[in-house]
């Protein structure tokens, strides 16, 4: 073990049993996030209030990104297929009848058709039985200019049948953007042409609810915001951060730039700034472990799945007012209304539990991909989601080849088994050996992958094997 692990360990061991895991514990007066409190609702689905608005949230979140289509899957997989609206009405009726009331979508969302469907789903339903969060995602150059911004967030509202968004989020601040690193982009979406004070003026006529960002990237641009918030400049009513077991302490080692969300987390807390989660199953990667994790998810309690303990973790620290799932089938909504109705928060040896788990699932060195689709679509015809979903789910049952052992017969299966997996996964011409480096997509990545190194490192492999 060296220093850093025995660090991360250590601090792992000391985060387990002091604030944040509290929730449960602390007396009234001990914490600015005093009014962030449990309470229950329909189905007995665990609710927090909001210490800004007192708005009573279920705490789980229903994201709207990954919406199921006609044709099957979602958006992404089937980027001509409208929404299966049926579909999306029947899981919106289940969410509401068990205590639901969070919906979380944005103009970017499948295929720029989400507000419009989560508009129609939500329509049937008195307006004041439901909190809408949508953002303001003027992540291209051209909607950079104020006249453009503002015609987004109108069209936010026509699409959400509503005079008003309860919860508005500038969104992926931090991230690089048309050529310029994440803070000339954060100033060019929302300084420089005034709509950050334009969004203030909303908020005090009452078309905005609650102000707030969504991070990822530069830290630089998180900690501004926060400053500003210490100094009175502008108040932010919520933050929105990818928090989940892995990401606590390893998600600057998984990518660089990164956060990790002790960091993030800490930083909203001592503020008594309310945290909304991203990311609880890590783009789903922390449901689908390899089963050597299953098995130690399983023996520590075979009650729960693997989903299931990521979300207790999201859930469990002070001051997180929702988790937000992206859910496409309805048996997912059922599992994740069940875990939080209500939730069984995790103690002190849980969470120590998950985090040791974390750093044996962070020495697989899979590729932290969400399969969010930003960095497509390729101009030279890479599917990157695909690439890299398959190199994981190799990682994660255990059939990457190891090199170390070539020559093996276990090595031999495995070599073809991987060779003749990738050919059928995905197809030649959309393969990692036809990146030429261009960057174009590093800039779109949420999780700041460094995509052409990684399609680098994987067709080096794909090569080796079949020289072998």
């Not at 994440?182 to 005090?204: C, H, P, S």
């Not at 009452?206 to 990237?217: A, C």
């Not at 998984?254 to 987390?265: F, K």
Request: hydrophobic letters at 35%; aromatic letters at 10%; one cysteine or more.
């Amino acid at each position: 073990m060296d220093r850093r692990d025995f660090l991360k360990r250590g601090a792992a061991a000391v985060a387990g049993t002091s604030v944040l895991l509290s929730a449960c514990k602390r007396l009234p007066g001990d914490s600015p996030n005093d009014l962030i409190r449990d309470s229950q609702t329909v189905g007995g689905m665990t609710c927090r209030v909001n210490p800004n608005s007192g708005d009573k949230v279920s705490l789980l979140g229903f994201g709207m990104m990954r919406l199921p289509v006609e044709a099957g899957g979602t958006a992404r997989e089937n980027p001509d297929s409208p929404i299966d609206q049926e579909a999306v009405n029947a899981m919106v009726d289940y969410a509401m009848e068990h205590g639901v009331n969070y919906f979380d979508t944005s103009p970017a969302y499948c295929q720029g058709m989400s507000e419009q469907s989560t508009g129609t789903a939500l329509s049937r339903y008195p307006r004041n039985s439901y909190y809408i969060a949508t953002k303001l995602s003027n992540f291209a150059p051209d909607t950079w200019p104020a006249k453009e911004s503002k015609a987004m967030f109108e069209r936010s509202l026509q699409y959400l049948k509503t005079d008003y968004v309860d919860y508005l989020l500038l969104h992926g601040i931090g991230m690089a953007g048309g050529n310029k690193d994440g803070m000339a982009a954060f100033y060019a979406r929302y300084m420089d042409n005034g709509i950050l004070d334009w969004l203030v003026e909303q908020k005090r006529k009452g078309r905005i609810r609650n102000l707030g960002f969504s991070y990822h990237g530069d830290v630089k641009v998180f900690d501004m915001l926060l400053q500003w918030h210490d100094e009175g400049r502008y108040h932010w009513d919520f933050v929105q951060v990818e928090l989940n077991y892995l990401d606590w302490n390893y998600a600057d080692e998984i990518n660089s730039r990164n956060t990790d969300a002790v960091y993030l987390y800490e930083e909203l807390h001592k503020r008594g700034i309310p945290a909304v989660i991203m990311e609880p199953l890590l783009g789903g990667r922390l449901a689908t472990q390899p089963d050597s994790v299953v098995r130690q998810l399983h023996k520590r309690n075979p009650e729960y799945s693997p989903a299931a303990w990521a979300f207790r973790f999201a859930g469990t620290p002070e001051g997180v007012l929702c988790v937000l799932s992206g859910m496409t089938y309805m048996e997912h909504l059922q599992e994740n209304v069940a875990t939080y109705s209500p939730l069984r928060a995790l103690n002190d040896d849980e969470w120590d539990f998950l985090l040791r788990l974390a750093h044996d699932i962070y020495e697989l060195k899979a590729i932290p991909c969400t399969a969010c689709n930003y960095c497509m679509p390729c101009p030279y015809g890479l599917n990157i989601p695909q690439i890299f979903s398959y190199y994981n789910a190799c990682i994660a049952d255990g059939l990457l080849p190891d090199m170390e052992a070539r020559g093996d017969k276990e090595f031999i299966r495995q070599r073809r088994a991987f060779l003749v997996g990738y050919d059928r996964t995905v197809p030649g011409l959309r393969q990692a050996a036809h990146c030429i480096g261009c960057n174009h997509c590093v800039s779109h990545c949420p999780q700041r992958i460094q995509i052409p190194e990684e399609m680098n490192r994987i067709d080096n492999l794909v090569e080796q094997l079949k020289q072998l």
